[in-house]
């Protein structure tokens, strides 16, 4: 994690641990799907649950991840911000909240089959659904970062404030477990 004079990066180093979410949500949907008989959708979706689930709270992590680091970076005296793949694409508000409107879409449905398939009540915390939220509004005041040079040029939602996580993010990277970040997040700012 880099933050000399020379610029800050656009990514702390969350890339190697971030998980295609959708497409494997998707993929093990398609699966459970492919079968006629209940009993079997049942069965696969019991053997999947526990995966999709840590597939969500890894996603979840990096959303808290992501804030975080647009938090500290805020904290910065103004410099380049390196690495931005973003920067100087066309921007297109529907795409840019897509992935945040799936997760939304997908906790509602995931308390359903979790009460259709297993028969257990279950409940994503309001503190999550409310980080689902805060990362979307995140992405649409930076216009997906299609505009984004510097640290200065970074908008945070109303409910972050700048603050040093540096050290709070690079003990997680160490470890690649970026679910430890939602508490992070979701007991300061909800």
């Known amino acids: 994690m880099t933050n000399t004079c020379e610029g800050l990066q656009f990514d702390p180093g969350f890339a190697p641990y971030i998980l295609a979410f959708r497409g494997m949500v998707e993929y093990l949907y398609a ?3 492919r079968f006629k008989n209940l ?3 049942k069965l696969k979706f ?3 649950y526990k995966k999709i689930l840590l597939g969500f709270d890894n996603n979840m992590g990096f959303y ?3 804030l975080m680091w647009a938090a500290y970076i805020k904290t ?3 410099q380049e911000i390196l690495g931005n793949h973003c920067l100087g694409q066309a921007y297109n508000e529907e795409e840019n909240i897509s992935e945040t409107q799936f997760m939304l879409a997908f906790t509602k449905q995931f308390e359903k089959d979790m009460k259709y398939y297993i028969g257990e009540n279950f409940a994503f915390d309001e503190k999550i659904i409310n980080l689902i939220k805060l990362y979307e509004e995140f992405l649409v005041l ?3 970062f299609t505009e984004t040079k510097t640290n200065t040029d970074i908008l945070l939602p109303a409910k972050i404030e700048p603050k040093d996580y540096k ?3 690079e003990k997680v990277l160490e470890t690649g477990k ?3 970040l939602v508490n992070h997040v979701t007991t300061e700012n909800n």
């Open 142 to 144: 930076n216009k997906g």
């Open 76 to 78: 910065q005296p103004q």
């Open 31 to 33: 699966d459970i799907s």
């Open 167 to 169: 050290e709070t993010i």
């Open 178 to 180: 970026l679910e430890e």
């Open 64 to 66: 808290a991840g992501c």
């Open 39 to 41: 009993s079997q959708k």
């Open 46 to 48: 019991r053997q999947y």
